[in-house]
């Protein structure tokens, strides 16, 4: 016999959260029991599965140990796949509500209702089956030992017909079994346990795998949401992308100095941090952000929990970042949250489905420290955590903004670890020097960029954002009034230096033209006494050769022959 054969056999769900975290679905042809305190969801989940099997064309059988067949389907009618649910034909919810008198005489027919459930199951070839609170029916049962046989016989029976049935119980936290059947959780091969919990005055529900025998599955406690869809488990969601492309392009911030400093922008599909004390114009740099983004012809999802749409709107506008337009466009869509209103985990889930509806190319949450501040079991780190790690599966290139920590007096640390998840951080603060405050900006991290960490004044003004150019004065950066004292002063020097060489270089033109003419008056002057002076020399050889022949007539008798001849005899 094959190992293949003893292998356990799954039946999906078709919820997906729970088919992820039990990696398939539950146990086929087995019972799985299902506890949890009173509003933790353990009705809505069997439900649910059963919807699901509807959908997919098989069918289901209900049966209920406590409420009537009418409150059922008042419960089913509150969710969205309710309708579709009680109108299909494949579906049969039984009333098995033990008769008042069965309290007394503590005895149920259990195999006549196992037998009324294998002839609908047939019928219906319905698979999916649930005994909703099995603790109701087993309390009436004469001893423990009896109730502990009728859930064997149960199990049998899932066994015998190939039935996946979901047993629901009350139980208290922490427990894994109904306070007065204990042990019945040993006879299952899986049980899950759901708790409700009041934190912060908001009710908080959590799932947890207490068994899945021969199957991997996450043990952790989950938690879980119920609204108008039924139960999701926000932090596992299925079909994630797994390979994302690292892109070497690089998108602005919205200012041209900022994305210089940047190495020419953030990554694409990257998360940034802005963070910073109150008033430090985070959440117009984030603006800046979105406007550059619509420039591109680009999608952006803007989550503020701060702001809502209209003043902000406004606000950006008397900084000249106009982002009606692209909201009127449709490509910006501002979604005002509000902190308390819920908690950590359906602010997930709400963003979650915000991204699937919209399909942004970028995301602006502003701030993430006021969403951390709602209330939570699972602690604040997860859906940060959990956000940051869903949104860089999508390519989505993501802005966060968060206010500094009230204890950190260096104004650089943030809550829930944003700063050590994003992928670059910029901090805005405040430069107080001689009565004056000022916003500065510095660089702390930019992973994949040379990048500077020189701290620059950010500026606000009618045409937008801006950062100062550095004014260094020793060891500091000068900024505001100190900043544009010290551009007047070094002006003002670099006027001054300008008129002097104007004025060195016109006396220095004025001496070469001096000098120049001098020169051309030497050079006339030469040239006439060279003249005087040659004429003088052909003056003096005259007057030597009159001497000659004053002092020897002959010379002018003599031919030419005459001279040779005497050349001749002196040789």
Known sequence: MSTTEYSLEKRRTGIADLDRVTEGGLPAGQATLILGQAAAGKTVLALQVLARA??????????????SPEQVRRDAASFSWGAELLASDRLQIIDARPRISAETAGDFDLEGLLSIVAAASAQLDACWIVFDGIDQLLQYQSSHKAAINQIR????????????????????????????????????????????????????????????????????????????HGITLPYHYADENNDVE?????????????????????????????????????????????????????????????????????????????????????LVRFQSLSAFAARV?????????LLDAFDPHCLVIDPISAMLKASATEGANMATEQLIDLVRR??????????????????????????????????????????ERNRSLSIVKSRGSAHSNQQRELLLGNQGLDLADVYENGSEVLMGTARAAREREDAAAARRRWLEWQQRRKDLEQKIAQTDKERRRLEAMMELEEQEHKESERQDERTREQIKQRRDPELDSKTPDDDAKDRRDRD
Request: proline share 3%; charged share 25%; net charge negative.
């Open 54 to 67: 509807i959908e997919g064309g098989e069918g289901a059988i209900f049966v209920s140990f406590e409420e």
């Open 394 to 435: 999508r390519g989505i290139t993501t802005v966060l903004t968060s206010l500094s920590g009230e204890q950190d007096p260096e104004g650089e640390a943030t809550q829930g670890q944003v700063s050590t998840l994003a992928d670059s951080w910029i901090v805005l603060d405040y430069n107080v020097r001689a009565g």
């Open 345 to 353: 985990t359906e602010h997930f889930l709400a963003i979650r489905r």
């Open 153 to 228: 016989r149960v199990e049998e029976a899932c066994g015998q017909y190939g039935w996946t049935l979901l047993l629901t119980g009350k139980a208290t936290r922490d427990a894994d079994a109904p306070a007065h059947l204990e042990g019945i959780e040993f006879l299952l091969s899986a049980s899950i346990v759901l708790t409700a919990e009041i934190v912060k005055q908001q009710l908080n529900r959590s799932l947890r795998i207490a068994k899945y025998r021969g199957s991997g599955h996450i043990a952790n406690e989950l938690p879980m949401l119920i609204d108008d």
């Open 246 to 330: 690292a892109t070497n392009e690089r998108l602005s911030v919205g200012i041209e100095r900022l994305d210089a400093l940047l190495g020419g922008g953030i990554y694409r599909g990257s998360s940034l941090l802005i963070s910073g004390r109150p008033g430090t114009a985070k959440s117009t740099l984030a603006g800046g952000f979105a406007e550059a983004a619509a420039a591109r012809g680009e999608r952006t999802l803007y989550i503020s929990f701060d702001e809502l749409e209209g003043p902000y709107v406004r606000n950006l506008e008397s900084v000249g970042i106009n982002l009606g337009d692209p909201i009127n466009t449709g």
